[in-house]
T-cell receptor
Framework: AQKITQTQPGMFVQEKEAVTLDCTYD???????LFWYKQPSSGEMIFLIY??????QNATEGRYSLNFQKARKSANLVISASQLGDSAMYFC????????????FGPGTSLSVIP | DSGVTQTPKHLITATGQRVTLRCSPR?????VYWYQQSLDQGLQFLIQ???????AKGNILERFSAQQFPDLHSELNLSSLELGDSALYFC?????????????FGSGTQLSVL
């Protein structure tokens, strides 16, 4: 069975600093996709970044980058130059390699940015 | 605005009752997903539909059922409600449900069972 683990329930980071949110996953699929979503206190789910298991380069989207280590089955999210608006819950998610597989989410990490 | 519409935004009901949550996916999206988010369980996958047919099932209780209609909107029916069913229910959609497609989420329905 597929599983996502996020070992950091809560984290603090100073404004303008970089922060890494950990995500490890378990799957027997060779092909899969990894996602990160942000959920601010207002409740909406916001897509941040995607990494395919066969992508040779780590994904980047503006201040977000994904540190993908396939052999270690980890897909850590790096946020550079943290802003107060980055304070939110962050979820790592995975979709397996079978066509139209479900998307499962990790338990999330609560990030607080300190001025 | 994600383009996914969920109604109602809030629902307050009593134990033992039945409710229906509605979701309209983004225009052109064929795949609809339902999730339950509670404080102690995180974001739990319930069920996925693709073009009217059930595609994948998660830990959905037998008291819960869903369907996707020919116009692609979806409904999640929750019956014999219990206090523990209180949660935020999200609907999400994607074009085909392919591996690289991100999910677009609605704003959720907050269900309170009293």
């Amino acid at each position: 069975a597929q599983k996502i683990t996020q070992t950091q329930p809560g984290m603090f980071v100073q404004e303008k600093e970089a922060v890494t949110l950990d995500c490890t996953y378990d799957t027997s699929d060779q092909s899969y996709g990894l996602f990160w979503y942000k959920q601010p206190s207002s409740g909406e789910m916001i897509f941040l970044i995607y990494q395919g298991s066969y992508d040779e380069q780590n994904a980047t989207e503006g201040r977000y980058s994904l540190n993908f280590q396939k052999a270690r089955k980890s897909a850590n999210l790096v946020i550079s130059a943290s802003q107060l608006g980055d304070s939110a819950m962050y979820f790592c998610a995975m979709r397996g390699g079978n066509s139209y597989d479900k998307v499962i989410f990790g338990p999330g990490t609560s990030l607080s940015v300190i001025p | 605005d994600s383009g996914v519409t969920q109604t109602p935004k809030h629902l307050i009901t009593a134990t033992g009752q039945r409710v229906t949550l509605r979701c309209s996916p983004r225009s052109g999206d064929l795949s609809v997903y339902w999730y339950q988010q509670s404080l102690d369980q995180g974001l739990q996958f319930l069920i996925q539909y693709y073009n009217g047919e059930e595609r994948a099932k998660g830990n959905i209780l037998e008291r819960f059922s869903a369907q996707q209609f020919p116009d692609l909107h979806s409904e999640l029916n929750l019956s014999s409600l219990e206090l523990g069913d209180s949660a935020l229910y999200f609907c999400a959609s994607s074009r085909l449900g392919a591996q690289s497609e991100k999910l677009f989420f609605g704003s959720g329905t907050q269900l309170s069972v009293l």
